[in-house]
Nanobody, 115 residues
Framework: QVQLVESGGGLVQPGGSLRLSCAAS????????GSWHRQGPGKQRELVAS???????NYADSVKGRFTISRDNAKNTMYLQMNSLKPEDTAVYYC?????????WGQGTQVTVSS
C-alpha cells in the first residue's frame, strides 16, 4: 500500500508563488508516473501537469509557462512550483502517483489566490 502526503498549499496574493509537495511512502514504491490535478469551486477535476519517471513533462495550457512539475526519485517526492498565480488557480490540488496499474491519490491541499 502506498500513502501520499501533500503539503504546501495556502493563501497567496495574485502574482505570488507556492510550491506543493507530494511525498510517497509505504510498500510497493517503484517507478511511477506522477501528476497534479485540481478541482476549483463548482468545477470538475482537471489535469494540471504530469511527469514520467524519466522526467518528461506535460502541462495544461492554462498553466504553461507558470507552473513547473518536478520529482526527486531518491526522496520519492514530487513537486509543483506555481508562479504568477491567478485567482482562477484557486482550487484543491491533488497529486496522483500511478504505479503500474495502481493509482494513488493524495488527500488534497487548498490553494487560494486572493487579494
Amino acid at each position: 500500500q502506498v500513502q501520499l502526503v501533500e503539503s504546501g498549499g495556502g493563501l497567496v496574493q495574485p502574482g505570488g508563488s507556492l510550491r506543493l509537495s507530494c511525498a510517497a511512502s509505504g510498500s510497493g514504491l517503484g517507478i511511477d508516473v506522477g501528476s497534479w490535478h485540481r478541482q476549483g469551486p463548482g468545477k470538475q477535476r482537471e489535469l494540471v501537469a504530469s511527469i514520467t519517471p524519466g522526467g518528461n513533462t506535460n502541462y495544461a495550457d492554462s498553466v504553461k509557462g507558470r507552473f513547473t512539475i518536478s520529482r526527486d526519485n531518491a526522496k520519492n517526492t514530487m513537486y509543483l512550483q506555481m508562479n504568477s498565480l491567478k485567482p482562477e488557480d484557486t482550487a484543491v490540488y491533488y497529486c496522483k502517483r500511478l504505479y503500474g496499474s495502481r493509482a494513488y491519490w493524495g488527500q488534497g491541499t487548498q490553494v487560494t489566490v486572493s487579494s
